[in-house]
């Protein structure tokens, strides 16, 4: 396994760890701005009936759960992904070692015997 080859997993590593995180920061964002939205509701309604202001909170409730259950699923499939790209990669690097320390012990073997 060559330090280039290496460098070239960790890179890759490290971008899903990022594409995680960016995915996070969204779904924080998007949790933000569904209770953004969630309190203009409550204060629209803040001169309604009780009624009137028990149905948008209902609404804005289920438009943040829904926000959330998108981003947990997308997230979730990502982050298997990234998963068994990473997986594939250190499988492979393992292979590489073992063949690595296949040829020294050999080597070393054939040096002293």
Request: proline share 0%; aromatic share 6%; charged share 35%.
């Amino acid at each position: 396994m060559t330090v280039g080859h290496f460098k070239e997993v960790l890179i890759v590593a490290s971008d899903k760890i990022k594409k995680i995180l960016e995915a996070e920061a969204v779904a924080d964002k998007k949790n933000a701005e569904a209770r953004r939205l969630r309190d203009e509701i409550i204060e629209s309604a803040s001169g309604s009936s009780a009624l009137s202001i028990q149905k948008k909170i209902s609404e804005a409730a289920s438009e943040a759960s829904k926000i959330r259950a998108d981003f947990d699923m997308k997230a979730e499939t990502y982050k298997e992904q990234a998963f068994s790209e990473c997986e594939k990669k250190l499988s492979e690097l393992k292979k590489i070692a073992e063949n690595n320390t296949d040829k020294a012990i050999d080597e070393i073997i054939s040096l002293y015997f």
